[in-house]
């Protein structure tokens, strides 16, 4: 995932943007994308997502100042989307920049204010790829939170809101860093929605320590015109579960990369995922799992629903160490195509090094069938509703793979959405 090539797109719009005097992190990560650039789609790890959108764009500073009526109607939208209403636990984050106003966080964690001099980090590499880099020249603000060991925190609605006009195209880069100490227990329901032309590149620093466990879907909803480049960095110990669900629906490009570490024995991550395009939209869920202990479990599973000329992504990688014997890990990706137009491109990997390990991958891609579709409409149903029943049950044992029970009625509310606003 380094090996960039120094072929790509000046980077330098950021670059005069980034304060980086006196702050090595940001200093070598500036350094870095000096060096590489955004990249093209000719770079290996960028091979089916190029930037070239970014090329040119005069991304400015996203404004603190935006319309509170605006921030009203998308903060409705998202209690409707997910199911949490007003009374939720929430923090709820504008163009970037926390709001308390709007935001009620749970009793019983720490919240860590947010530094921008904090400098890396811990096992983080800021000069690691493009999208992390991106973020710690210009993270400005971001969630600093803290379950303490042996509490359950219940849930958490984290909301993005972007704001921007339609041709005032500007950037904005939290940086959020949640840790669940020994036996903590939280879920984090993480929904972003916007309007306007604007970039969101937010980070997300993930520990979870020794017997911890967090539950994290994510419901990428941002506005047609948007971009949205994603990286979350995981680490677990042992026995501690990260279990992530990323659902993308919006935006005209997307990608959410995935680094996930199993660093003691015991440890399981789940990245599992769905992708819902149509239109011209572009998809890409990019990870790499990384086995460096023994007795660690990984799953994924993502599906794709791509209609019209959308185009979806998967690149996933397995990395078992020398030391991780007795690894257990699976790795799936699955498309359904509703037009001939649309296009999936999938890049399964496993980079195992152990010789004691149960690890398998593989990819299918293909059509509704017709046979099934006749079966249905045989007993009266009409195409649409038979194909929505069709499409819904290949959606469904994705979306029930997360445990929390809230955040599954969340997701399954979103897909409902998509499906009545986009297909049906």
Same mark, same amino acid.
């Given at each position: 995932?380094?090996?960039?090539?120094?072929?790509?797109?000046?980077?330098?719009?950021?670059?005069?943007? *980034?304060?980086?005097?006196?702050?090595?992190?940001?200093?070598?990560?500036?350094?870095?994308?000096?060096?590489?650039?955004?990249?093209?789609?000719?770079?290996?790890?960028?091979?089916?997502?190029?930037?070239?959108?970014?090329?040119?764009?005069?991304?400015?500073?996203?404004?603190?100042?935006?319309?509170?009526?605006?921030?009203?109607?998308?903060?409705?939208?998202?209690?409707?989307?997910?199911?949490?209403?007003?009374? @939720?636990?929430?923090?709820?984050?504008?163009? *970037?920049?926390?709001?308390? *106003?709007?935001?009620?966080?749970?009793?019983?964690?720490?919240?860590?204010?947010?530094?921008?001099?904090?400098?890396?980090?811990?096992? #983080?590499?800021?000069?690691?790829?493009?999208?992390?880099?991106?973020?710690?020249?210009?993270?400005?603000?971001?969630?600093?939170?803290?379950?303490?060991?042996?509490?359950?925190?219940?849930?958490?609605?984290?909301?993005? #809101?972007?704001?921007?006009?339609?041709?005032?195209?500007?950037?904005?880069?939290?940086?959020?860093? #949640?840790?669940?100490?020994?036996?903590?227990?939280?879920?984090?329901?993480?929904?972003?929605?916007?309007?306007?032309?604007?970039? %969101?590149?937010?980070?997300?620093?993930?520990?979870?320590?020794?017997?911890?466990?967090?539950?994290?879907?994510?419901?990428?909803?941002?506005?047609?015109?948007?971009? %949205?480049?994603?990286?979350?960095?995981?680490?677990?110990?042992?026995?501690?579960?990260?279990?992530?669900?990323?659902?993308?629906?919006?935006?005209?490009?997307?990608?959410?990369?995935?680094?996930?570490?199993?660093?003691?024995?015991?440890?399981?991550?789940?990245?599992?995922?769905?992708?819902?395009?149509?239109?011209?939209?572009?998809?890409?869920?990019?990870?790499?799992?990384? %086995?460096?202990?023994?007795?660690?479990?990984?799953?994924?599973?993502?599906?794709?629903?791509?209609?019209?000329?959308?185009?979806?992504?998967?690149?996933?990688?397995?990395?078992?160490?020398?030391?991780?014997?007795?690894?257990?890990?699976?790795?799936?990706?699955?498309?359904?195509?509703?037009?001939?137009?649309?296009?999936?491109?999938?890049?399964?990997?496993?980079?195992?090094?152990?010789?004691?390990?149960?690890?398998? %991958? *593989?990819?299918?891609?293909?059509?509704?069938?017709?046979?099934?579709?006749?079966?249905?409409?045989?007993?009266?149903?009409?195409?649409?509703? @038979?194909?929505?029943?069709?499409?819904?049950?290949?959606?469904?044992?994705?979306?029930?793979?997360?445990?929390?029970?809230?955040?599954?009625?969340?997701?399954?509310? @979103?897909?409902? @959405?998509?499906?009545?606003?986009?297909?049906?």
């Amino acid at each position: 995932m380094n090996a960039i090539a120094p072929v790509g797109i000046s980077p330098s719009a950021f670059l005069d943007r *980034g304060d980086v005097k006196g702050n090595a992190a940001r200093l070598k990560a500036a350094d870095y994308l000096r060096a590489v650039g955004l990249p093209r789609a000719g770079v290996e790890a960028w091979k089916y997502t190029s930037l070239r959108a970014l090329a040119d764009v005069p991304f400015a500073d996203a404004p603190r100042d935006v319309d509170a009526g605006a921030v009203d109607t998308l903060l409705a939208e998202v209690e409707t989307i997910s199911g949490l209403g007003a009374g @939720a636990n929430r923090a709820v984050f504008v163009n *970037g920049r926390f709001d308390a *106003g709007r935001s009620r966080l749970p009793e019983g964690v720490k919240v860590a204010a947010f530094d921008p001099a904090a400098g890396a980090r811990d096992g #983080i590499d800021p000069a690691g790829d493009v999208t992390t880099a991106l973020n710690t020249v210009l993270a400005r603000d971001g969630l600093g939170l803290i379950v303490p060991a042996g509490v359950d925190a219940g849930c958490l609605l984290l909301v993005s #809101i972007g704001l921007a006009g339609e041709d005032a195209p500007v950037s904005f880069h939290p940086q959020h860093r #949640i840790v669940v100490e020994g036996g903590g227990r939280l879920a984090v329901l993480d929904a972003t929605v916007g309007r306007g032309y604007y970039l %969101h590149n937010p980070l997300y620093d993930i520990t979870v320590e020794e017997g911890g466990y967090l539950s994290h879907a994510r419901i990428q909803a941002e506005g047609k015109k948007a971009l %949205h480049l994603a990286v979350s960095h995981a680490r677990v110990a042992s026995r501690g579960v990260y279990d992530s669900f990323t659902l993308t629906l919006g935006a005209s490009l997307s990608r959410h990369e995935v680094h996930a570490g199993l660093n003691a024995a015991g440890a399981s991550v789940h990245v599992n995922g769905a992708q819902l395009l149509a239109g011209h939209q572009h998809g890409d869920l990019t990870s790499v799992i990384t %086995h460096a202990a023994p007795d660690c479990i990984s799953r994924q599973t993502v599906k794709n629903v791509l209609a019209d000329h959308a185009r979806g992504v998967f690149q996933g990688k397995i990395h078992v160490e020398r030391i991780a014997q007795k690894t257990d890990g699976y790795q799936m990706n699955q498309a359904l195509l509703l037009s001939d137009t649309a296009e999936i491109d999938a890049k399964p990997e496993l980079e195992i090094y152990a010789d004691d390990v149960k690890c398998s %991958h *593989g990819a299918t891609v293909g059509a509704l069938d017709d046979d099934q579709l006749f079966y249905l409409r045989s007993r009266g149903i009409p195409n649409d509703a @038979a194909r929505s029943i069709l499409i819904r049950a290949f959606l469904h044992d994705v979306v029930d793979q997360i445990d929390d029970a809230r955040l599954k009625d969340s997701l399954n509310l @979103a897909v409902e @959405a998509w499906w009545k606003r986009e297909v049906a």
